[in-house]
């Protein structure tokens, strides 16, 4: 059966490896040679390129590969009002290394004015033929990793219903 609109019998779920070209511009971001727009167009020809690859080797559903991001769930969730991106004493241990020093905290009212990725989602659609698609992470990962300690207790006096 071939599927026009999802679930299709093929599909890709969460990041891809990212290109060399990003991983060199993300790097030369962070040294402060690059400006923000520079490694935009970086990011775009390279999300452009992999779409184009997925579309080739027939996925319906394409994704962005999650190239923009540095995390496949922190990013989304900082963006979100109430919820920043901070340092933490220690990484995560994954798979024989060890995460960057970052987590989440919840310091006031989780609410949605506007995200950043609903601009990332409308280029994967401008360069996409097939069904554009991508990660959102579910609320308790919010949570999960910095648990009663990353939410403020001001704000969110109670766990449950969290």
């Given at each position: ?93 994954f798979k024989g290394t060890q995460t960057k020093a970052e987590g989440l905290h919840v ?20 360069v996409a033929k097939s069904t554009p698609k991508m990660t959102i992470p579910s609320p ?8 009663r300690a990353a939410i403020d207790k001001a704000m969110y006096p109670e766990m449950r219903?969290?």
């Amino acid at each position: 059966m071939n599927r026009a609109e999802p679930p299709f019998r093929a599909d890709h779920v969460g990041s891809l490896l990212r290109s060399a070209p990003v991983k060199a511009a993300r790097t030369r971001r962070a040294t402060g040679e690059i400006t923000p727009a520079e490694l935009k167009t970086v990011e775009d020809a390279e999300i452009a390129r992999l779409v184009a690859k997925q579309e080739e080797i027939g996925l319906k559903g394409v994704t962005d590969g999650e190239f923009r991001r540095s995390w496949w769930h922190y990013d989304f969730l900082a963006g979100l009002d109430g919820v920043e991106l901070i340092s933490v004493a220690q990484g995560q241990q994954f798979k024989g290394t060890q995460t960057k020093a970052e987590g989440l905290h919840v310091h006031g009212k989780i609410d949605f004015t506007d995200h950043p990725m609903i601009g990332h989602f409308r280029f994967l659609k401008s360069v996409a033929k097939s069904t554009p698609k991508m990660t959102i992470p579910s609320p308790t990962a919010l949570h999960y990793r910095g648990g009663r300690a990353a939410i403020d207790k001001a704000m969110y006096p109670e766990m449950r219903g969290c």
